[in-house]
């Protein structure tokens, strides 16, 4: 997915990785979770996401491209997102972090112990 300047977001987060390390990766992938959800169901909706999806810098994405990132991300079929399942499809979104995700774990589990 592209933003308006043509540039693809999900080419930062490796950067991101490097800079943050692998949790402070994965807290920023939360905290992207948060601003998009529906307060009330604690997921992320086609409406919600439609809704802010400028906060990513995707406010010229139409209804189908929305329906779409949603239908890629949502594996247990209800109709949106969790924490989970938004956090999977960001990762799949970027190659570069599809290549180095065991790494990522592997560092996420030993920062745990």
């Known amino acids: 997915m592209a933003s308006q300047n043509g540039v693809e977001f999900e080419d930062?987060?490796?950067?991101?990785?490097?800079?943050?390390g692998a949790e402070g990766f994965m807290k920023e992938l939360c905290n992207g979770f948060h601003l998009l959800i529906d307060g009330d169901k604690r997921v992320i909706t086609f409406e919600s996401l439609k809704?802010?999806?400028?906060?990513?810098?995707?406010?010229?994405m139409s209804d189908e491209e929305i329906m779409c990132m949603l239908k890629e991300g949502d594996l247990d079929g209800d109709g949106a997102l969790n924490e989970?399942?938004?956090?999977?499809?960001?990762?799949?979104?970027?190659?570069?972090?599809?290549?180095?995700?065991?790494?990522?774990?592997?560092?996420?589990?030993?920062?745990?112990?």
């Not at 930062?12 to 943050?20: A, D, I, Q, R």
């Not at 809704?51 to 010229?60: F, I």
């Not at 989970?84 to 589990?109: G, H, N, Q, V």
């Open 12 to 20: 930062f987060f490796p950067v991101m990785v490097e800079k943050l």
């Open 51 to 60: 809704k802010n999806s400028a906060l990513l810098g995707l406010q010229g």
């Open 84 to 113: 989970m399942e938004f956090c999977t499809l960001m990762f799949r979104l970027s190659p570069d972090l599809m290549k180095s995700s065991k790494e990522l774990l592997e560092e996420a589990i030993d920062s745990e112990m």
